[in-house]
T-cell receptor, first 110, second 114 residues
Framework: LAKTTQPISMDSYEGQEVNITCSHNNIATNDYITWYQQFPSQGPRFIIQGYKTKVTNEVASLFIPADRKSSTLSLPRVSLSDTAVYYCLVVVSNDYKLSFGAGTTVTVRA | KAGVTQTPRYLIKTRGQQVTLSCSPISGHRSVSWYQQTPGQGLQFLFEYFSETQRNKGNFPGRFSGRQFSNSRSEMNVSTLELGDSALYLC????FGQGGYGYTFGSGTRLTVV
């Protein structure tokens, strides 16, 4: 299973764009990159998943370069409510579990 | 539609006791998985069930067990509780349990062992 490395913490201000980069050097051909968000005392929430290039949904964008050894989650115009822990996961398409790392604590200030 | 429901939300138990936690998945979801979250170890996978069969198990001692019923509801049991079992126990449901997509987590059961 590919190990992921992401920054421990990031600070931002309301209205700014936050980019979290995750490295996954040993990603395999069948693996997907998935991001989850977790607020204190709640379960993680699925944000976005991608295989290559760019994926965008209503809350975030995910950029994956051609070599797929890293990925960047982009949160546009963050607000105080985006303060949370963000997890980057590499998931095998036929795996039955999620393997979480330490995550990135994003703190948004007014 | 209703989300994943975990009961109870909070629990205090004494060392040596056993505990049973319950998880009701989203209607139609047949895969239920369990995770333990602690400040030191983070989120760790316990086990996953699909149609009443355990398909995957994490690296936890045999004191941790689970089961799934025909209506997809799941329970996990921890016997002979230890102080280190104090954690937030999270349950997640998904339609098929593969690929990391679309897992919906409950709010968890906070277990404190004293």
């Amino acid at each position: 299973l590919a190990k992921t490395t992401q920054p421990i913490s990031m600070d931002s201000y309301e209205g700014q764009e936050v980019n979290i980069t995750c490295s996954h050097n040993n990603i395999a051909t069948n693996d997907y990159i998935t991001w989850y968000q977790q607020f204190p005392s709640q379960g993680p929430r699925f944000i976005i998943q991608g295989y290559k290039t760019k994926v965008t949904n209503e809350v975030a964008s995910l950029f994956i370069p051609a070599d797929r050894k890293s990925s960047t989650l982009s949160l546009p115009r963050v607000s105080l409510s985006d303060t949370a822990v963000y997890y980057c996961l590499v998931v095998v398409s036929n795996d039955y579990k999620l393997s979480f790392g330490a995550g990135t604590t994003v703190t948004v200030r007014a | 539609k209703a989300g994943v429901t975990q009961t109870p939300r909070y629990l205090i138990k004494t060392r040596g006791q056993q505990v049973t936690l319950s998880c009701s998945p989203i209607s139609g979801h047949r895969s239920v998985s369990w995770y333990q979250q602690t400040p030191g170890q983070g989120l760790q996978f316990l086990f996953e069930y699909f149609s009443e069969t355990q398909r995957n198990k994490g690296n936890f001692p045999g004191r941790f067990s689970g089961r799934q019923f025909s209506n997809s509801r799941s329970e996990m049991n921890v016997s002979t509780l230890e102080l280190g079992d104090s954690a937030l126990y999270l349950c997640a449901s998904t339609a098929f349990g593969q690929g990391g997509y679309g897992y919906t987590f409950g709010s968890g059961t906070r277990l404190t062992v004293v």
